[in-house]
């Protein structure tokens, strides 16, 4: 079975709760062992735990509310199994940029980002 549109699918997923701070939305989207890594800005490398982002997320104003343009968009994907699935993704949080390399698994017939690795673009 052609799995690419389903992880399509995930992926638009999270940038529609990326985009309106839609905590619910990621909830059904990433798994809740689901950690984020990036490099802060005293060059180690920082983690943050599923909850505190949703946190995070809830916090702060949405893209949508404050009439931002969208820019989103799947810069590479890659299917590597019937459960394992590898996204490089390009959105935004203004006035930052990011890219995101994101690895989804399927569980329970459902695709779930299970790691999400960022960064900000100059």
């Keep these: 079975m052609n799995?690419?549109?389903?992880?399509?699918?995930?992926?638009?997923?999270?940038?529609?709760?990326?985009?309106d701070c839609d905590v619910e939305g990621f909830r059904r989207v990433?798994?809740?062992a689901c950690r984020l890594y990036?490099?802060?800005e005293d060059g180690a490398v920082a983690?943050?735990?599923?909850?505190?982002?949703?946190?995070?997320v809830a916090?702060?104003?949405?893209?949508?509310?404050?009439?931002d343009a969208r820019d989103d968009e799947i810069l590479a994907l890659t299917v590597t199994g019937p459960a394992m699935a590898h996204a490089r993704v390009r959105d935004c949080y203004q006035p930052?940029?990011?890219v995101n390399e994101l690895?989804?698994?399927?569980?329970?017939d459902a695709w779930r980002i299970v790691a999400k690795v960022y960064c900000t673009l100059a």
């Design 3 to 19: 799995e690419e549109p389903a992880v399509r699918a995930a992926v638009q997923a999270y940038f529609d709760a990326l985009y």
């Design 30 to 32: 990433f798994h809740p």
């Design 38 to 40: 990036t490099v802060g």
């Design 47 to 56: 983690t943050i735990d599923y909850e505190p982002y949703l946190a995070r």
């Design 59 to 67: 916090g702060r104003p949405s893209p949508a509310s404050r009439g």
């Design 96 to 98: 930052r940029r990011f």
């Design 103 to 108: 690895t989804l698994l399927k569980v329970e």
